[in-house]
């Protein structure tokens, strides 16, 4: 199976910049996504990575090292709605349909 | 963007009875769709895979059937949970994958559905 560890909750002040972290541990990488998710809300899509480097979207970008098993989403000029868990999930390469597993979020608090 | 929902958003049953939840891919058709339930202040657990035309795969630990999924066409799935009970009270979400996206693969994620057992 696949072990993905990030850290439980993270706080950071408005308009401030917030790195969060994901460690994977894997056979048959397929890809990394991130995913932002508000309490009673379903997940939504934010990013994806297979190769190594950094992918910029907006405020949000996000890297990966493949050789690492490692990954973050940076998270620029907070804003108090960035508050939310930060899901990070690997994809490995299966007769599955190429399913993903959840690591157990990160909880982001933003602060005035 | 992609966009799936889900319907009931939320639903109340007495124990013992059978829920049925839909989901839809809206603009985009889903060969496959996942489902997944998540307690509270827990992470997504993939429960299954639903496969249009064919048989879907059960993760290890869930009950094939106890949890009916049904992939009639490219754009609907369904999950029923017969003879639910409280500790089946979930929030449970299902996602579809855009193949048209290419090899970015994305999920995309309904709505959830807040099942409350009493």
């Known amino acids: 199976g696949q072990n993905i560890d990030q850290p439980t909750e993270m706080t950071a002040t408005e308009g401030a910049i917030v790195q969060i972290n994901c460690t994977y541990q894997?056979?048959?990488?397929?890809?990394l996504f991130w995913y932002q998710q508000h309490a009673g809300e379903a997940p939504t899509f934010l990013s994806y990575?297979?190769?190594?480097g950094l992918e910029e979207k907006g405020r949000f970008s996000s890297f990966l090292s493949r050789s690492k098993g490692y990954s973050y989403l940076l998270l620029k000029e907070l804003q108090m709605k960035d508050s939310a868990s930060y899901l990070c999930?690997?994809?490995?390469?299966?007769?599955?349909?190429?399913?993903?597993?959840f690591g157990d979020g990160t909880t982001l608090t933003v602060k005035p | 963007g992609a966009v799936v929902s889900q319907h009931p958003s939320w639903v109340i049953c007495k124990s013992g009875t059978s829920v049925k939840i839909e989901c839809r891919s809206l603009?985009?058709?889903?060969?496959?769709m996942f489902w997944y339930r998540q307690f509270p202040k827990q992470s997504l657990m993939l429960m299954a895979t639903?496969?249009?035309?064919?048989?879907?795969?059960?993760e290890q630990g869930v009950e094939k059937d106890k949890f009916l999924i049904n992939h009639a066409s490219l754009t609907l799935s369904t999950l029923t949970v017969t003879s639910a009970h409280p500790e089946d009270s979930s929030f449970y979400i299902c996602?579809?994958?855009?193949?048209?996206?290419?090899?970015?693969?994305?999920?995309?994620f309904g709505p959830g559905t807040r099942l409350t057992v009493l």
């Open positions: 996602s579809a994958r855009d193949l048209g996206q290419g090899d970015t693969d994305t999920q995309y």
């Open positions: 999930a690997v994809r490995v390469v299966s007769t599955n349909a190429g399913k993903s597993t």
């Open positions: 603009d985009f058709q889903a060969t496959t």
């Open positions: 990575n297979v190769l190594d």
């Open positions: 639903s496969n249009e035309g064919s048989k879907a795969t059960y």
């Open positions: 894997t056979s048959g990488f397929n890809g």
